[in-house]
Nanobody
Framework: VQLQACGGGLVQAGGSLRLSCAAA??????????IGWFRQAPGKEREFVAV????????HYADSVKGRFTISRDNAEKTVYLQMSSLKPEDTAVYFC????????????????WGQGTLVTVSS
């Protein structure tokens, strides 16, 4: 599965951005993948942000983004979105999407496929 993340950029604190993660697979295949978003700030380890399942569409968020970020998926477009609002400088990071065929809503890095990342910079 090839994943392409995009939508990053420079935004002021309090602003919004929407990231997209498009998959180069069939619609049928995409609908059976759990998709997660992770981020990695400079000098820090990659961390979990949000995940959306493929069976029920269940979602799970990191405490640090809960109430501010929303993950969604459009299986027909083979794309998962991460709507980010009320952005803070500490949200600055490279954001990665990842896919796995397991139905588990994993918060670990144990995903089979990763995209290349898109940079989000939040200025104060």
């Amino acid at each position: 599965v090839q994943l392409q993340a995009c939508g990053g950029g420079l935004v002021q604190a309090g602003g919004s951005l929407r990231l997209s993660c498009a998959a180069a697979v069939s619609v049928r295949s995409f609908s059976t993948y759990t998709i997660g978003w992770f981020r990695q700030a400079p000098g820090k380890e990659r961390e979990f942000v949000a995940v959306i399942g493929w069976i029920t569409g269940d979602r799970h968020y990191a405490d640090s983004v809960k109430g501010r970020f929303t993950i969604s998926r459009d299986n027909a477009e083979k794309t998962v979105y991460l709507q980010m609002s009320s952005l803070k400088p500490e949200d600055t990071a490279v954001y990665f999407c990842a896919a796995d065929s397991s139905p588990q809503l994993r918060t670990s890095l144990n995903y089979g496929y990763w995209g290349q990342g898109t940079l989000v910079t939040v200025s104060s």
